[in-house]
């Protein structure tokens, strides 16, 4: 059975970094696709950033590109989020999904994913 953990959340100042780790075990990371999503207290489920397999294709979403940067390194089977120049509004959990696939493409649509972790928290404030 396929798991995701998140780690590397916790408390930084504006203007900060964190970089996030997304652990898979159970199945090669090799063939899967893994989304990174978050979620602030009161608001949907959003995607950030997400990668596909093979091609290492990415996208981001308009409010992190350019401050974020994904990356998987599957001989380690772990995804990584690194976080740069953070704001207070970067503030919520942070989820790792994952969809097994052959097409080399991702997707920030929560819809699209099959298997999620439990989330890390990200905490921006002065």
């Known amino acids: 059975q396929l798991q995701l953990v998140e780690s590397g959340g916790g408390l930084v100042q504006p203007g900060g970094s964190l970089r996030l780790s997304c652990a898979v075990s159970?199945?090669?990371?090799?063939?899967?696709?893994i989304g990174w999503f978050r979620q602030a207290p009161g608001k949907e489920r959003e995607g950030v950033s997400c990668i596909s397999t093979k091609v290492f294709n990415k996208k981001y979403a308009e409010s992190v590109e350019g401050r974020f940067t994904i990356s998987r390194d599957n001989a380690k089977n772990t995804v990584y989020l690194q976080m740069n120049s953070l704001k207070p509004e970067d503030t919520a959990i942070y989820y790792c999904a994952a969809r097994r696939t052959v097409q080399a493409m991702c997707a920030l649509s929560r819809e699209w994913y099959r298997e999620w972790g439990q989330g890390t928290q990200v905490t921006v404030s002065s």
């Open positions: 159970g199945f090669a990371l090799d063939y899967y696709t």
